[in-house]
């Protein structure tokens, strides 16, 4: 999330109405912490309710609603190729999600005899990273809010390399790695591979 695309959503804010939909209470999370965006969002409101206000004084001609909708009937657009392409990563999520969780649990097993070692890179919410290649400062709100529900979390290292994080085994690492999704940290753990998958086993978090 940044303040473009925030901007963006709200221009489409009609209020409380909207307030149970996930992206418009992610942009509203972000435009709380924007000063900028803050103020040209009171701004939008005050705009929008002055023009709702005055529709609403508007008496429409006696069936008026019944010609607009006799005349010219409303379509209602199917975009099966963008369905299918939802469903497509909705699903690859689902696995990819699946998929973490169950090689992070192995790793919170015991890793007697692991190599310890020190990686420095970017803490990745590991769902987007790899479903979607998202990662970075753009990605840092999503990733924060991923991570702290739990979604794995991963390092990405200056040479590419990318390593799962675990914490120490029946302790969940999560918590405090959402505070660094999307900073560039140096983590202090230990080295294990399990199915072609490198993990880390994490002991230290140091901020750069």
């Not at 009609?14 to 000063?35: E, N, V």
């Not at 919170?108 to 919410?125: K, M, P, W, Y």
């Not at 979390?153 to 390593?163: L, N, P, S, W």
């Amino acid at each position: 999330m940044n303040t473009r695309i925030a901007k963006e959503i709200l221009l489409l804010y009609r209020g409380p109405i909207d307030d149970s939909d996930p992206q418009f209470r992610a942009a509203l999370d972000y435009a709380k912490s924007d000063l900028e965006l803050g103020q040209w969002l009171r701004e939008q409101i005050k705009c929008y309710d002055a023009i709702r206000a005055k529709l609403r004084g508007i008496e429409p001609q006696p069936g008026l609603a019944d010609k607009m909708v006799r005349r010219r009937p409303i379509p209602f657009p199917r975009d099966w190729s963008r369905i299918s392409q939802l469903a497509a990563a909705i699903l690859i999520s689902a696995t990819v999600t699946a998929l973490l969780i169950k090689w992070s649990e192995h790793g919170n097993r015991s890793v007697a005899g692991a190599q310890e070692i020190f990686v420095t890179g970017e803490v990745l919410d590991m769902t987007c990273y790899i479903a979607s290649n998202l990662s970075g400062p753009e990605h840092a709100y999503c990733a924060k809010v991923c991570i702290g529900n739990g979604e794995p979390a991963g390092i990405k290292d200056r040479d590419g390399k990318v390593y799962l994080l675990t914490g120490e085994p029946g302790q969940s690492i999560n918590a405090k790695l959402a505070d660094y999704a999307a900073q560039v940290v140096t983590i202090k753990g230990k080295k294990s591979v399990r199915d072609g998958f490198a993990q880390l086993q994490v002991e230290e978090i140091r901020k750069l």
